[in-house]
């Protein structure tokens, strides 16, 4: 009954958490508009093995030694706002697309290569100065000192699970046909504009105290 109060509560939590507008949500929604379903997918899918770097810190008690940490969270934040610049100004540099690739994105084929779309969610999750913080809260509430590896494993398996679950059924209504035709048109625009918004998350972790 205790693991179950923790998988409720952790669900309750971590929904509300992946919903919230953030750098993982622009970016899935970006791929998705641009490249289709499958790349979507495997965007979501790296965004979900990000997870795991902050899980494993934080099952050996580093999450609060990070948060904690000045020149740490400080490291963290250089990082991780500066790979959300560099995601963009890919996105301001979009060109309009031809016929051809529209159309691969639009079945949801896209010629990106696997490692670089898994490694673009996996880089802009795991570099989330604010993962720490957040864990150490999350963990804290249904942790204990006594508990098991093996629950702790489940939980951590758990909260990756709901993460992609959520990102992919974002990836899966963008990419339908009704709206990947209302958006295609337009989307470089529409890249340009999520580029600005990754610009000012990236200037947002930069300069805001946490």
């Known amino acids: 009954m205790e693991m179950l109060h923790g998988l409720?509560?952790?669900t309750l939590v971590h929904l509300l958490a992946a919903a919230s507008p953030g750098p993982d949500f622009v970016l899935v929604t970006q791929q998705t508009?641009?490249?289709?379903?499958?790349?979507?997918?495997?965007?979501?899918?790296?965004?979900a093995l990000g997870l795991l770097v902050h899980i494993t810190y934080s099952a050996f008690g580093l999450a609060a030694v990070i948060a904690n940490s000045e020149s740490l969270l400080w490291a963290i934040k250089l990082a991780g706002g500066?790979?959300?610049?560099?995601?963009?100004?890919?996105g301001l540099r979009a060109r309009p697309?031809?016929?051809?690739?529209?159309?691969?994105?639009?079945?949801?084929?896209?010629s990106r290569s696997v490692p670089r779309v898994i490694g673009m969610g996996f880089l802009?999750?795991?570099?989330?100065?604010?993962?720490?913080?957040?864990?150490?809260?999350?963990?804290?509430?249904v942790l204990?000192?006594?508990?098991?590896?093996?629950?702790l494993a489940i939980y951590g398996a758990w909260i990756m699970l709901l993460q992609l679950g959520w990102f992919s059924?974002?990836?899966?209504?963008?990419?339908?046909?009704?709206?990947?035709?209302?958006?295609?048109?337009?989307?470089?625009?529409?890249?340009r504009v999520l580029g600005v918004a990754m610009i000012a998350l990236g200037i947002k972790v930069l300069t805001t105290r946490l």
């Open 169 to 191: 059924a974002v990836a899966l209504l963008l990419s339908t046909p009704p709206i990947h035709r209302a958006f295609q048109r337009f989307s470089h625009w529409i890249d």
């Open 97 to 110: 697309a031809d016929a051809e690739p529209a159309a691969a994105a639009s079945t949801g084929r896209s």
């Open 8 to 10: 409720i509560v952790i």
């Open 124 to 141: 802009c999750n795991a570099l989330n100065p604010k993962a720490p913080i957040y864990f150490v809260a999350l963990f804290t509430i």
């Open 144 to 151: 204990s000192p006594d508990m098991p590896l093996y629950q």
């Open 82 to 90: 500066a790979y959300l610049l560099y995601l963009g100004i890919l």
């Open 33 to 47: 508009l641009n490249h289709g379903k499958r790349v979507g997918l495997l965007c979501s899918l790296g965004i």
